[in-house]
Structure formats: structure tokens, C-alpha cells
């Protein structure tokens, strides 16, 4: 499995930024697809996840991050706005296929004041 993530970058507070990322391989039966992230000195935490017809959240997203799957292109989308400078981490793709974890290489994600 190959998770190839993009979209990161450098944005104002208040500014929106959308992640993307790519799945491949033997992937199915896929159990979910989502977006941690990790910032300097903290452990990674969940962003946003979906699992067959549901969506989860991390507490702090509040609404203002939606998560989207094109399964015509195994493709997971993250839609920030409303960005704010805690928001600033590297960010990761991840699948998961019944107990395993696979994880993309991070994109960067850094939210000026």
C-alpha cells in the first residue's frame, strides 16, 4: 500500500488550504481512510477520518475541516478553512485495512498569524 499525500504549505490565519491524497495498491478491504497530524513536541492526533458512510473529527476541528473520498480516484480530500496558527503541523495520510496502519510521508502545514 502507497499513500502519497500533497497540498501542504504556508497560509494565514483565516485561510483555507485542501490536502490531498492518493491510495494504491492492494488497499481492500479498506476499514478507513483519514488525516492525522503531529506538531513540534506533541503526539500525533486525529484530524479527520472516514469509515464506510461515517466521518470523524477531532474535537478541535469545530466544523471548520471536511473530509471527502473519490473512491473513482482512491483519492481522500481534507478541506481546511477557518485555519488558525494551532493548526500548524505535518500532516499524514493514513488507511486502514482491517488491523493494519499504513501511513503516508507527511505534508507540511504551517498557519501565520
Known amino acids: 500500500v502507497q499513500l502519497q499525500a500533497s497540498g501542504g504549505g504556508l497560509v494565514q490565519a483565516g485561510g483555507s488550504l485542501r490536502l490531498s491524497c492518493v491510495y494504491s495498491g492492494r488497499t481492500s478491504p479498506i476499514s478507513a481512510v483519514g488525516w492525522f497530524r503531529q506538531a513540534p513536541a506533541k503526539q500525533r492526533e486525529l484530524v479527520a477520518s472516514i469509515s464506510g458512510g461515517s466521518t470523524t473529527y477531532g474535537d478541535f476541528v469545530k466544523g471548520r475541516f471536511t473530509i471527502s473520498r473519490d473512491n473513482a480516484r482512491n483519492t481522500v480530500h481534507l478541506q481546511m478553512n477557518s485555519v488558525k496558527p494551532e493548526d500548524t503541523a505535518v500532516y499524514y495520510c493514513?488507511?486502514?485495512?482491517?488491523?493494519?496502519?499504513?501511513w503516508g510521508q507527511g505534508t507540511q502545514v504551517t498557519v501565520s498569524s
Open positions: 493514513n488507511l486502514r485495512r482491517g488491523w493494519e496502519n499504513f
